[in-house]
């Protein structure tokens, strides 16, 4: 509470703050901060999203590179942003592979950062569509533009997937019957 001159006494923002301490820590009791999946359980949904990680990490650059090879002066920070995708959705990729956990949320910065470069790139490429500009790879404007869209699509779908709680698919175990032991 402040005091006459409008101050807040420094006890009272201890308190406060104590208090604050303790309804996170009851927080974290009620809500515990999510812990590895179990050993026996296959995480089909983060195997999707690190797999296609693995794919675009690889592809885009590659496509990108085999798109702008000519062209590449032109408009070198469309070649570089590619190259970036590459590396962070490899190391994302990486990073989950070995520490489910902290690697997960580097996979999620990666997908995050891919759906904001693939919004750019699917506005700009219908913007060129729509003003006649030619693409300056060998496929035809729409085709790039559909490609876009596509990985786009999955990109998002990969970001959402990565952000969700562990799921777990257990595959079937088969338990002995009564009567053969």
């Known amino acids: 509470m402040p005091t006459e001159s409008g101050c807040v006494p420094v006890r009272s923002c201890v308190e406060s703050f104590?208090?604050?301490g303790t309804?996170?820590?009851d927080d974290h009791a009620r809500h515990?901060?999510?812990a590895a999946a179990p050993d026996n359980c296959v995480l089909i949904p983060m195997r999707f999203s690190r797999t296609l990680a693995i794919v675009f990490g690889i592809l885009t650059p590659l496509a990108e590179t085999i798109r702008r090879w000519h062209t590449w002066n032109h408009d070198l920070p469309a070649l570089i942003d590619d190259y970036i995708v590459g590396i962070l959705l490899l190391l994302g990729a990486w990073a989950a592979g070995r520490d489910p956990i902290r690697g997960r949320q580097l996979l999620a910065g990666?997908?995050?950062f891919v759906c904001g470069i693939?919004?750019?790139s699917v506005i700009g490429q219908l913007q060129h569509l729509r003003s006649g500009v030619p693409d300056p790879g060998p496929l035809p404007s729409i085709a790039v533009l559909w490609i876009k869209l596509i990985g786009?699509?999955?990109a998002i779908l990969a970001f959402l997937i990565t952000t969700q709680p562990w799921r777990c698919f257990r595959s079937p175990t088969v338990t002995p019957s009564p009567a053969n032991s």
């Open 118 to 120: 693939g919004y750019g």
């Open 110 to 112: 990666a997908w995050g």
């Open 32 to 34: 515990p901060p999510q």
């Open 23 to 25: 309804n996170v820590v």
């Open 18 to 20: 104590h208090e604050l």
């Open 152 to 154: 786009w699509s999955l």
